[in-house]
Every structure is written in structure tokens, then in C-alpha cells.
């Protein structure tokens, strides 16, 4: 996640250096997260979607079946082997490291599509060929305390 960012701005070939750090969650924030990780894909395209010529073809090359889902600072890359998976995290880590970034320990994890797992607030899991999509139990108590909270509040209203 990209906490704070103070690199100024280009303007007519002069640099204007800034002194603020940019707050986590403020609104520039997302646009610098997709600005940092572009190019995600491409890396994993350029390590695991080549033909023996060098050309990238997803279509054809993509045996490792690999892909990769991401909504600014989060993502999720999928594969059908457990190998392929630290190979593309070693990939990947590499890839931060260019731009300063480290992946989060709390929030990455190599797990099978029948343990499941978690991505901005849903569950994703596959029970028995089944592939189950549903709010995660983290979003279901965060929605439980905002109508408690709302409902205490209001006690005395009409």
C-alpha cells in the first residue's frame, strides 16, 4: 500500500519540490497507486506469456493458465500451480522494489481456490466445482456495527 508520496511537480522543465507528504486515502491517492503498479501485467506478460520467438501471446502461451486482477493497490494473481505462484511473487517483488514498495505480509498469501480468500471485502471460494462469491466475514461485522452504531445513536428518533 502506498502511504506517502512527496515528489513535487515538473512544470516548464523546473522542478517544484514538495514538501507534504500525500495522505493515504486522500483523493489523489488512487491515481498515484495506478500511475506506481502500471506495468504490473506487462511484467508478468514479458516472465510467463512469451512464445519462442519473444512475442508476448496470451492466448497461446498462457499454459500456467495466469492472470491478474487489480483495482489500485490491490490485486490478485491467479494460477493453476503452486510453483508458478512464488515464481510470479518472486516477479513481483522485484517489481515494487523498483518503485520503493514492499508487498504487505499481512495481506499476501499463497492459498488453493478451495481454502478461498479475501479481496476488497468479498470471499472468493470454490466449494465442491462451485465458485462462490460472497461478502467476507470481516465486511459483514464492519456492516453489523454501522447499523448498531446508527441505531444507538438514533434511540429517541420518530
Do not use: C
Amino acid at each position: 500500500m502506498l502511504t506517502e508520496i512527496n515528489a513535487g511537480y515538473l512544470y516548464k522543465n523546473r522542478l517544484f519540490p514538495n514538501n507534504q507528504d500525500t495522505p493515504q486515502g486522500g483523493i489523489i491517492s488512487p491515481t498515484l497507486a495506478n500511475m506506481t503498479l502500471d506495468g504490473m501485467e506487462n511484467i508478468i506478460a514479458a516472465n510467463f506469456w512469451t512464445n519462442k520467438h519473444g512475442k508476448i501471446d496470451k492466448k497461446h502461451h498462457n499454459t500456467y493458465q495466469i492472470n491478474l486482477v487489480r483495482y489500485v493497490d490491490d490485486f490478485v494473481v491467479t494460477t493453476n500451480s503452486k510453483e508458478k505462484a512464488y515464481e510470479i511473487k518472486t516477479v513481483l517483488e522485484a517489481f515494487m522494489s523498483e518503485r520503493g514498495l514492499t508487498l504487505s505480509e499481512e495481506k499476501t498469501a499463497i492459498t488453493h481456490i478451495n481454502e478461498g480468500f479475501d479481496f476488497l471485502g468479498w470471499e472468493f471460494r470454490k466449494y465442491s466445482q462451485k465458485l462462490i462469491i460472497k461478502l467476507s466475514k470481516k465486511s459483514i461485522k464492519k456492516i453489523i456495527k454501522t447499523i448498531s452504531s446508527i441505531i444507538k445513536e438514533n434511540k429517541t428518533s420518530k
